[in-house]
């Protein structure tokens, strides 16, 4: 297992240096949204032979996550002329299409990568390594983990080294150390940031890192009989580990005034408040079907009317209705880049913050949310018998 992720991480590393600050032009399909997707036409081509299709051969981005950051990750799968798998290759794309870096060669159609998105200019590749948007191992498992495992517990003691992003990225990662000694038995954990350099360093009074929201990550510190049964709280923006609790209440508020509009729902008060507990927006004339959140400037509201029939409609951070409340369809519960997806029957579509259709609907079976200004689109392929996807602008365009 070792040697599997030497080699992995050494190639990441060797790639990394090569393409540093190079991009190469993906080959963008202008047809509008609309245009059929199953159409045979090759996708992502790039000015890279290692990517670039070989002649008689098309190919597709047969998976992709949305954009974050600036950058996604696509991966593109070459077939023949009869539809058959050649090869494939993991790359981390920008929203103009070029490829920034591409992972190592070896990965084939089997291959499962776990693969997070971008945060302060890195993510994790397959919690084995950090890698930043030039494709360079800003911290890795296999290099840096096991020669530091080496200088802080003695060579052979370590059994294992990992990493995790303790339940969602925010350009921090969690390294911990198995170490088996007959002295101790025990694993440490520390926290790297998106430089390489530790927040905090390995230590055994720390285990399993949580996040539980608002920007602050729970950790399991060991009470005074030894147990694992008290809390310590972890802030990637404060970059500091507490066990003050008003401290950690005040990394929340933080967060909550710069990505909910400074506004909780408050069940009691019947509202939105502020981090001080005023009560700012009155939602009490409304019949609310769940807690609402402020999400990139807008809130999602599902209200029951007189009747009880399902309604939605969307709020600003003072209190305003976008628009007169709508029908319940299925939709998504946040607005992003300006628009909400909703889904009826087999129709997909965009509303604007007028009520208003602004994309769509679209003839793709499914669609994320817009995200950097693009969405993430996917539909069966018909001519490799298999789901690919794409990414429209914000006219409904496809550009990737």
């Given amino acids: 297992m070792k040697k599997k992720l030497l080699t992995l991480i050494t190639l990441l590393v060797l790639i990394g240096v090569l393409f540093s600050g190079c991009g190469f032009p993906m080959g963008a399909a202008n047809a509008p949204g609309n245009q059929d997707p199953s159409d045979s036409a090759p996708t992502g081509q790039t000015g890279n032979d290692d990517v670039q299709q070989s002649i008689g051969n098309q190919s597709y981005i047969t ?26 290759k993991w790359c981390c794309i920008d929203t103009q299409g070029n490829v920034a870096f591409e992972l190592p ?17 890195v993510a994790l590749v397959n919690n084995e390594a950090m890698v930043n ?3 360079q191992a800003v911290w890795s498992v296999d290099g840096d983990g096991w020669a530091l495992a080496e200088e802080l517990f003695g060579e052979g003691n370590t059994q294992d080294v990992g990493m995790t992003d303790g339940g969602y990225f925010m350009g921090v990662a969690f390294v911990w150390f198995s170490v088996d000694t007959f002295e ?65 209440y005040s990394w929340s508020d933080d967060y909550i005034e710069e990505n909910y509009s400074g ?17 700012v927006i009155d939602l009490s004339e409304y019949n609310l079907r769940d807690d609402p959140e402020f999400h990139n400037g807008y809130c999602v509201l599902n209200i029951k009317n007189e009747q009880s029939s399902w309604y939605f409609t969307v ?4 209190g305003n209705r976008m628009f007169e409340p709508k029908k319940e369809v299925t939709h998504e519960e946040f607005v992003s880049d300006g628009l909400l ?10 509303l604007d913050m007028q009520g208003e259709v602004a994309v769509g609907p679209i003839q793709y079976e499914s669609a994320e949310s817009y995200s950097d200004g693009l969405c993430l689109v996917s539909s069966k392929n018909l001519a490799i018998n298999r789901t690919t996807y794409a990414y429209l602008d914000q006219s409904g365009n ?3």
């Avoid at 950051?69 to 798998?85: I, L, V």
């Avoid at 060669?105 to 200019?121: C, H, N, R, S, W």
């Avoid at 506004?263 to 009560?279: H, I, P, Q, W």
């Avoid at 709020?315 to 003072?318: A, F, N, R, T, Y």
């Fill in 63 to 88: 998976d992709a996550t949305s954009f974050r950051n600036g950058y996604a990750w696509a991966k593109f799968s070459e077939y023949d002329t009869s539809g058959d798998f050649v090869s494939s």
């Fill in 105 to 121: 060669v070896g990965i084939d159609e089997g291959d499962k990568f776990e693969l997070t998105g971008f945060a302060d200019g």
């Fill in 133 to 135: 948007t030039q494709g």
């Fill in 184 to 248: 101790e038995t025990a694993t440490y954990y520390g926290i790297l940031g998106s430089d390489g350099n530790w927040i905090q360093e390995p230590t055994k009074d720390l285990k399993e890192p949580e996040y539980i929201g608002e920007g602050v990550y729970h950790l399991k510190t060991p009470d005074e009989t030894g147990y694992y049964n008290d809390y310590t709280f972890f802030s990637p923006k404060a970059k500091k580990v507490s066990s003050d609790r008003d401290e950690a």
């Fill in 263 to 279: 506004l909780v729902y408050d069940e009691k008060s019947g509202g939105f408040c502020n981090t001080a507990g005023e009560l």
């Fill in 315 to 318: 709020i600003d951070p003072s």
């Fill in 341 to 350: 997806r909703v889904k009826d029957d087999d129709e997909i579509y965009f």
């Fill in 398 to 400: 496809r550009v990737i």
